[in-house]
Nanobody, 114 residues
């Protein structure tokens, strides 16, 4: 099973992007899903997550700008990113929370630059 992210691209500061993620196969008993990102030379970090109960959580760096949504039963998740900043530049991945190493896909590149 892989979780494939898409929707990345290059935008100017202040722009918006919407990322999508879907599983290549059915995944059962998911409690939470999330979006992670990894910038060059940095560790992968969890930036947003949501649970089957509808609870969402965001890293301080994206709070108020990013919105996570999706359907855990279908293992699909979205990330609406507004007011993008250069420091948001990274490869974005989706996975379960906690992450499952076998589920990492290739990610989608987001570049914010003027």
């Amino acid at each position: 099973v892989q979780l494939q992210a898409s929707g990345g691209g290059s935008v100017q500061p202040g722009g918006s992007l919407r990322l999508s993620c879907a599983a290549s196969e059915s995944i059962f008993r998911i409690n939470a899903m999330g979006w992670y990102r990894q910038a060059p030379g940095q560790q992968r970090e969890l930036v947003a997550s949501f649970t089957t109960g509808g609870r969402t959580n965001y890293a301080d760096s994206v709070k108020g700008r990013f919105t996570i949504s999706g359907d855990i039963a279908k293992a699909t998740v979205y990330l609406q990113m507004n007011s993008l900043k250069p420091e948001d530049t990274a490869v974005y991945y989706c996975n379960l929370v906690p992450s499952v190493s076998a589920y990492w896909g290739q990610g989608t590149q987001v570049t914010v630059s003027s």
